[in-house]
């Protein structure tokens, strides 16, 4: 199976931007989609956005528009760029195969917060 590590996240302000990456392991990762997902402690795991193993990508309506999601296959390595993030993204990020396997990473927290 495909595990993943997650990077990048940290404090931003409203209105700015940030790149989480996500490194991951595994022989069927370019034949895999890879979600994005975010936590807010308490609350359950939502879908951010998806991308195809041919690269195609669908978002959730919160962020549609201002994230965006790539992949590097020669790297294993996904990314999602995020932009204009307001309070609301604020959140554990974490990736993993869509449908999501049982195997979760550390996850990355993103503040957004002036």
């Known amino acids: 199976q495909v595990q993943f590590v997650e990077s990048g996240g940290g404090l931003v302000q409203p209105g700015g931007s940030l790149r989480l990456s996500c490194a991951a392991s595994?022989?069927?990762?370019?034949?895999?989609?890879v979600g994005w997902y975010r936590q807010i402690p308490g609350n359950q795991v939502d879908v951010v956005g998806i991308?195809?193993?041919?690269?195609?990508?669908v978002y959730d309506d919160p962020v549609r528009g201002r994230f965006t999601i790539s992949r590097d296959n020669a790297k294993n390595t996904v990314y999602l760029q995020m932009n204009s993030v307001n309070s609301e993204d604020t959140a554990v990020y974490f990736c993993n195969t869509a449908p999501a396997s049982g195997f979760w990473g550390p996850g990355t927290q993103v503040t957004v917060s002036s």
């Open positions: 991308i195809g193993h041919d690269y195609s990508t």
């Open positions: 595994g022989s069927r990762f370019s034949v895999s989609a």
